[in-house]
Protein backbone atom coordinates (compact mmCIF):
# COMPACT_ATOMS: atom_id res chain seq x y z
CA UNK A 1 0.00 0.00 0.00
CA UNK A 2 1.60 3.31 -0.86
CA UNK A 3 2.52 5.68 1.52
CA UNK A 4 -0.13 8.86 2.46
CA UNK A 5 1.92 12.29 2.59
CA UNK A 6 0.21 14.89 4.37
CA UNK A 7 1.18 17.96 5.43
CA UNK A 8 0.70 19.45 9.12
CA UNK A 9 1.44 23.29 9.98
CA UNK A 10 1.01 25.02 13.10
CA UNK A 11 0.31 28.83 14.18
CA UNK A 12 3.84 29.79 15.60
CA UNK A 13 5.50 33.20 16.28
CA UNK A 14 2.77 33.95 19.11
CA UNK A 15 4.81 34.51 22.12
CA UNK A 16 4.74 30.83 23.10
CA UNK A 17 8.31 30.38 22.45
CA UNK A 18 8.14 26.38 21.84
CA UNK A 19 9.22 27.24 18.18
CA UNK A 20 12.39 25.24 18.04
CA UNK A 21 10.32 22.11 19.15
CA UNK A 22 7.63 22.48 16.90
CA UNK A 23 9.37 23.49 13.66
CA UNK A 24 11.25 20.22 12.90
CA UNK A 25 7.95 18.24 13.11
CA UNK A 26 5.97 20.06 10.78
CA UNK A 27 5.67 20.74 7.12
CA UNK A 28 4.72 24.14 6.97
CA UNK A 29 3.99 26.69 9.62
CA UNK A 30 1.95 30.27 9.92
CA UNK A 31 3.60 33.36 11.78
CA UNK A 32 2.45 35.71 13.21
CA UNK A 33 1.95 39.20 11.66
CA UNK A 34 1.97 41.37 14.89
CA UNK A 35 -1.59 42.70 14.86
CA UNK A 36 -2.62 39.93 17.24
CA UNK A 37 0.85 38.57 18.50
CA UNK A 38 4.57 39.08 17.09
CA UNK A 39 6.55 41.64 15.81
CA UNK A 40 9.75 42.18 13.94
CA UNK A 41 12.13 40.22 15.96
CA UNK A 42 9.70 37.47 16.21
CA UNK A 43 8.81 37.60 12.55
CA UNK A 44 12.78 37.29 11.60
CA UNK A 45 13.59 34.39 14.37
CA UNK A 46 11.04 32.17 13.03
CA UNK A 47 11.31 32.63 9.10
CA UNK A 48 14.86 31.86 9.68
CA UNK A 49 14.30 28.90 11.82
CA UNK A 50 11.46 27.59 9.10
CA UNK A 51 13.99 28.17 6.68
CA UNK A 52 16.36 25.83 8.57
CA UNK A 53 14.04 23.03 8.69
CA UNK A 54 12.91 23.05 5.13
CA UNK A 55 9.40 24.38 6.17
CA UNK A 56 6.60 26.39 4.37
CA UNK A 57 6.14 29.71 5.19
CA UNK A 58 3.00 30.93 5.82
CA UNK A 59 2.28 34.96 6.57
CA UNK A 60 -0.82 34.85 9.51
CA UNK A 61 -2.58 38.10 9.52
CA UNK A 62 -5.57 39.30 11.72
CA UNK A 63 -7.80 41.27 12.79
CA UNK A 64 -5.35 44.39 14.48
CA UNK A 65 -6.48 43.40 17.88
CA UNK A 66 -4.00 42.55 20.36
CA UNK A 67 -5.63 43.13 23.47
CA UNK A 68 -8.40 39.63 22.58
CA UNK A 69 -5.26 37.97 20.52
CA UNK A 70 -7.42 37.85 17.68
CA UNK A 71 -9.54 35.81 18.59
CA UNK A 72 -12.95 37.71 18.49
CA UNK A 73 -14.75 39.88 15.68
CA UNK A 74 -14.50 43.50 16.43
CA UNK A 75 -16.09 46.32 14.69
CA UNK A 76 -13.96 47.92 11.63
CA UNK A 77 -14.21 49.92 9.02
CA UNK A 78 -13.14 48.32 5.68
CA UNK A 79 -10.57 50.80 5.25
CA UNK A 80 -8.63 50.05 8.19
CA UNK A 81 -9.08 46.27 7.62
CA UNK A 82 -7.12 46.59 4.55
CA UNK A 83 -4.99 48.89 5.73
CA UNK A 84 -4.16 46.74 8.83
CA UNK A 85 -3.74 43.27 6.46
CA UNK A 86 -2.07 44.63 3.85
CA UNK A 87 0.88 46.12 6.41
CA UNK A 88 0.78 42.89 8.28
CA UNK A 89 1.75 41.41 5.04
CA UNK A 90 3.87 43.96 3.60
CA UNK A 91 6.28 43.69 6.84
CA UNK A 92 6.55 40.07 6.74
CA UNK A 93 7.26 39.70 3.04
CA UNK A 94 10.09 42.24 3.62
CA UNK A 95 11.31 40.24 6.51
CA UNK A 96 11.41 36.93 4.25
CA UNK A 97 12.82 38.89 1.42
CA UNK A 98 15.72 39.60 3.33
CA UNK A 99 16.46 36.44 4.78
CA UNK A 100 15.58 34.61 1.17
CA UNK A 101 13.05 32.93 2.20
CA UNK A 102 9.60 32.18 0.22
CA UNK A 103 6.21 33.19 1.05
CA UNK A 104 3.88 29.86 0.16
CA UNK A 105 0.76 30.99 1.73
CA UNK A 106 -1.52 33.00 3.28
CA UNK A 107 -3.79 32.34 6.69
CA UNK A 108 -5.80 34.52 8.22
CA UNK A 109 -5.69 34.26 12.06
CA UNK A 110 -9.12 33.77 14.52
CA UNK A 111 -11.62 35.83 14.49
CA UNK A 112 -10.83 36.93 10.53
CA UNK A 113 -10.18 33.19 9.45
CA UNK A 114 -13.76 32.61 11.03
CA UNK A 115 -15.86 35.42 9.91
CA UNK A 116 -14.43 34.93 6.30
CA UNK A 117 -15.52 31.68 6.29
CA UNK A 118 -18.76 32.75 6.21
CA UNK A 119 -19.37 36.65 5.87
CA UNK A 120 -19.86 36.77 1.82
CA UNK A 121 -19.02 40.88 2.08
CA UNK A 122 -15.96 40.40 4.85
CA UNK A 123 -14.37 37.65 2.53
CA UNK A 124 -14.08 39.41 -0.68
CA UNK A 125 -13.00 42.17 1.09
CA UNK A 126 -10.27 39.85 2.73
CA UNK A 127 -9.46 38.76 -1.11
CA UNK A 128 -9.33 41.32 -2.62
CA UNK A 129 -6.65 43.17 -0.42
CA UNK A 130 -4.08 39.94 -1.24
CA UNK A 131 -4.82 39.67 -4.93
CA UNK A 132 -1.53 40.69 -5.29
CA UNK A 133 -0.39 37.69 -3.94
CA UNK A 134 -2.43 35.24 -5.94
CA UNK A 135 -0.41 34.38 -8.48
CA UNK A 136 2.63 32.83 -6.41
CA UNK A 137 0.99 32.56 -2.75
CA UNK A 138 -1.45 30.24 -1.65
CA UNK A 139 -4.45 30.57 0.66
CA UNK A 140 -5.45 28.07 3.64
CA UNK A 141 -9.10 27.87 3.36
CA UNK A 142 -11.94 26.10 5.12
CA UNK A 143 -13.90 22.99 3.20
CA UNK A 144 -16.92 23.94 2.20
CA UNK A 145 -16.93 27.79 3.19
CA UNK A 146 -17.66 31.20 1.72
CA UNK A 147 -13.82 32.27 1.39
CA UNK A 148 -13.54 28.81 -0.70
CA UNK A 149 -16.15 29.33 -3.01
CA UNK A 150 -15.22 33.00 -3.68
CA UNK A 151 -11.70 32.34 -4.07
CA UNK A 152 -12.05 29.90 -6.43
CA UNK A 153 -14.59 32.13 -9.06
CA UNK A 154 -11.17 34.45 -8.62
CA UNK A 155 -8.93 32.38 -9.71
CA UNK A 156 -7.17 32.03 -6.16
CA UNK A 157 -4.71 29.08 -5.07
CA UNK A 158 -6.14 26.87 -2.14
CA UNK A 159 -5.26 24.71 0.14
CA UNK A 160 -8.29 23.22 2.42
CA UNK A 161 -6.80 23.24 6.27
CA UNK A 162 -8.57 20.90 8.54
CA UNK A 163 -7.96 21.39 12.48
CA UNK A 164 -5.99 18.51 14.68
CA UNK A 165 -6.17 19.48 18.35
CA UNK A 166 -10.24 21.02 17.39
CA UNK A 167 -13.81 19.67 17.65
CA UNK A 168 -16.22 20.37 14.80
CA UNK A 169 -19.91 21.60 15.05
CA UNK A 170 -22.29 19.54 12.19
CA UNK A 171 -21.81 22.59 9.87
CA UNK A 172 -17.95 22.49 10.20
CA UNK A 173 -17.31 25.91 12.05
CA UNK A 174 -14.80 24.88 14.92
CA UNK A 175 -16.38 24.44 18.79
CA UNK A 176 -16.26 27.67 20.74
CA UNK A 177 -13.30 27.66 22.87
CA UNK A 178 -15.46 29.25 25.10
CA UNK A 179 -16.85 25.83 25.91
CA UNK A 180 -15.19 22.73 27.82
CA UNK A 181 -14.62 20.54 24.81
CA UNK A 182 -13.53 23.05 22.64
CA UNK A 183 -10.17 21.54 21.98
CA UNK A 184 -8.34 17.81 21.67
CA UNK A 185 -5.18 17.80 23.70
CA UNK A 186 -4.78 13.70 23.85
CA UNK A 187 -2.29 12.73 21.55
CA UNK A 188 -4.29 9.02 20.98
CA UNK A 189 -7.95 11.25 20.36
CA UNK A 190 -5.68 13.37 17.85
CA UNK A 191 -4.34 10.67 15.86
CA UNK A 192 -8.20 9.10 15.96
CA UNK A 193 -9.56 12.03 14.52
CA UNK A 194 -6.89 12.79 12.34
CA UNK A 195 -7.17 9.14 10.64
CA UNK A 196 -10.67 9.93 10.14
CA UNK A 197 -10.30 12.48 7.92
CA UNK A 198 -7.88 11.28 6.07
CA UNK A 199 -9.16 7.74 5.34
CA UNK A 200 -12.65 8.53 5.47
CA UNK A 201 -12.90 12.15 4.22
CA UNK A 202 -15.25 12.51 7.36
CA UNK A 203 -14.79 13.78 10.40
CA UNK A 204 -16.95 12.92 13.57
CA UNK A 205 -18.77 15.91 15.00
CA UNK A 206 -19.42 17.22 18.69
CA UNK A 207 -22.48 15.67 18.27
CA UNK A 208 -21.43 12.25 16.83
CA UNK A 209 -22.12 12.82 13.52
CA UNK A 210 -19.97 12.05 10.46
CA UNK A 211 -19.79 15.06 8.15
CA UNK A 212 -17.64 15.36 4.77
CA UNK A 213 -14.57 17.06 5.24
CA UNK A 214 -11.57 17.99 2.56
CA UNK A 215 -8.14 18.71 3.54
CA UNK A 216 -4.79 19.30 1.88
CA UNK A 217 -3.03 20.39 5.39
CA UNK A 218 -3.87 19.76 8.66
CA UNK A 219 -3.63 22.47 11.39
CA UNK A 220 -2.53 22.02 15.47
CA UNK A 221 -2.09 25.59 17.55
CA UNK A 222 1.20 26.00 18.38
CA UNK A 223 -0.84 27.40 22.11
CA UNK A 224 -1.80 24.06 22.51
CA UNK A 225 -0.10 22.75 25.56
CA UNK A 226 0.78 19.40 24.64
CA UNK A 227 1.32 20.46 21.12
CA UNK A 228 4.97 18.77 20.96
CA UNK A 229 3.78 15.98 22.40
CA UNK A 230 1.07 15.54 19.86
CA UNK A 231 3.80 15.91 17.09
CA UNK A 232 6.16 13.44 18.40
CA UNK A 233 3.46 11.21 18.61
CA UNK A 234 2.09 11.53 14.96
CA UNK A 235 5.58 10.71 13.88
CA UNK A 236 6.16 7.97 15.42
CA UNK A 237 2.70 6.46 15.01
CA UNK A 238 1.26 7.56 11.69
CA UNK A 239 3.87 5.03 9.83
CA UNK A 240 2.07 2.06 11.12
CA UNK A 241 -1.11 3.35 9.69
CA UNK A 242 0.34 4.08 5.83
CA UNK A 243 1.10 7.60 6.49
CA UNK A 244 3.96 10.14 6.45
CA UNK A 245 4.65 14.08 7.12
CA UNK A 246 5.94 15.29 3.83
CA UNK A 247 8.81 18.02 3.87
Known amino acids: MPI ?17 QLL ?18 TMREVIKLAVQHKVKIGA ?3 YPDK ?15 IESIQKQ ?63 LKNNFKILYEAFLDRNYNDDLSLVSRKLPNSLL ?3 EEVLKHLIQIIQNKQV ?16 IHGDTATAF ?7 NELPTHNIAIKK
Do not use: M
Open 89 to 151: LLDFVTICDQEKAILHHIKPHGALYNDIAKNTELASLFLKTIEPYKETVKLYVPYNSVIEKIA
Open 204 to 219: KTINQNFIPLKADTYC
Open 185 to 187: ENK
Open 67 to 81: ENFGRISISITPEKL
Open 229 to 235: EILTYLH
Open 4 to 20: IQIDINSDVGEGIGNEY
Open 24 to 41: PLLSSCNIACGEHAGNEV
Open 60 to 62: HPS
